[in-house]
């Protein structure tokens, strides 16, 4: 695609399929101070929110405190992660702090034995945990230099990622003989960021692949260093960095799987950042990718570090901006496995959402050159209408769905989510189906949306 | 420990701008405001540091200061000129590290008459290190951020820059400073909070 070709002059995005958000009443209680990230359980009618030293954990069904995680850091509680496919009885957690510090806690309801109020609670039930019930700090993990920013644990439940500002990426194993034998291994630190990392997530299941010498589990980190990682494991069990992918043109502040791939090819990547861009992420697949690496694919050969080997390598190429939504940092982004859409939010504390147009998804796919990233980040032009129709141009499927401004007032929100509804609200047949959007902001509000 | 700069240049202080200044030169000033403040004022010698912030007084209008009255550039640098320099027993505006041409409000307090309370305002404080290599110049800017976001209403963002070619790491210093999450950090680190609890004695 050439990159000669001057930017067309267009009006602002007008929404295609308008998309509006409609507040709900907030959880309760306020937690009354800055709250960072909720995160929603897997399966269960559950929200772990994190603020100060602390994670209170809602009921989606009440949208009320079910229990909180209490004294277990000395300093704030920035990031959580559920540990998948356990009993509904049993509920484990591992937090992330400035402390330098993640702890696996967990939380079991003796008394039912074996077919827990969580399940009942998710059949329309109201009690919130009794009060004797607790969360029990299990484990602490330590190693990390200084703040863990975020904790990710894999799929299968077997590895959890943890980060930090030390610049490092670490990777622990569960060793442990049973599920209540809390063992936990560190496998590898990756050292390879130039600057703190501020997220990492795991690959989900779905259309993942060992993809020749590598094994399932896909990592991917986001930093300060302006770039996002890919690692994987290599058939001697070492972890390595198998792409950098550089575009982003400040502190990339998170990044995001994409949950439920329409077609059957690898799943992209989301990436946000304070350059006031969502970028989408492809992996090109191919069947000779032995044999010569992509040179562009690191943006110079500078950055290759020595220990890698070229054959390992990936081209994962930024394939679409998101049309401009926001004036400030991007906080937080979330791609929804149900409808496909994504939502962003950031310190201006607009709530935006966006869609993508369904035809063509695994059609030829263009690469956003820089001229045409630089532009969009200069506001000059918009992506999504902004080019010839001849061009294979994915950016032009995404389209601005709705902006909600001052979704918690004047503040910054740092976190939003997509979540099954199971309130009273929803109409009973569609509980653990239909989705809304929670966000989480500095004024300790953890709000639902519905979405009309 | 050696100080950075052993020999900063300082202001003197009735040389620093103040709101005084201002509305004896503006014409339109508010005559009976003017008058209150001359007759509140303190003496210069018990004005060490001088934060005879107007709207902060209880003898004055200050109760509604920020519904009434946009912040304007003068208040911003009411706020952030006492603030202690780390190293030396002076402030920031004596030192001029921060400078009334250097603060930038958008949209513009006259502009924004009628501000709706969630309509959000940039601070833009660019800061000038006294010299190029202040190894402090991190912690002055975080001081800065903290008090103005103690300080604002929570609709202002406060963005804090050091002021072009004044210091040979500036785009370091500023990634650092613009980081939320790094500045949250910074707070609940005990040593540095100390430092910066000690810089913002000085302010009323």
Redesign the interface.
Known sequence: MSSHDPPTPVTPVTPVTPVKLVPLPPFKPDLYE?AWQSVPHPTLPLLATTHQKSVTVFSLSTLSAHSSLTNGHE??V?STTWKPNLPPHKLCLITGS?DSSAGLWRWEDEGQGGSGSLEVEMTGGVEAASEDKDWELIVVLEGHE??V?SVAFSPSGQYVATCS?DKAVWIWEDVGASETDDEWETIAVLNEHDG?V?AVAWCPDTNRSGRGRYSNDVLASAS?DDTVRIWREDDEGEWVCVAVLEGHKG?VWGVQWEPNPKTDRFPRLLTWS?DRTIRVWTLKEEEDEAEGAPRHAFGGLGVIPNTMRRSLKEEWNCTAILPTAH???I?SATWSPETGRVASSG???VIAIYGEEASDVDGAVGVVTEDEAAAELDGDVLMSNGHSQSKPEASKQWKLLSTT??AH????INHVTWCKRYDAGCPPEKRGVEEMLVSTG??GIVRPWQIS | MDKDNANPTILNVSELPTRLNKKKAAATGKVAELEVDIVLRRPEYLSAPFCDLPWASDDTDSDDGFTIEPIDEQEIYDLISTISDPEHPLSLGQLAVVNLPDIYITPSPSAAAAAD????TQVLVKITPTITHCSLATVIGLGIRVRLEQAL???Y?VDVMIKEGTHSQDDQVN?QL?????V??AL?NATLKGVLDKMLETCT
Do not use: V
Not at chain 1, 409 to 412: D, F, T
Not at chain 2, 178 to 182: C, G, I, N, Q, S
């Open positions: 800055r300093r704030s920035r400035f200084s703040e920013k500002r703190d501020k300060y502190t304070a004036t400030r940092d906080y310190s201006d504390g401004p001052n007032g004047p503040y910054e500095d004024d | 309370p969630n309509t959000l209403p929570p609709n963002r990634k613009a980081d939320k999450e790094r949250a950090a609940e």
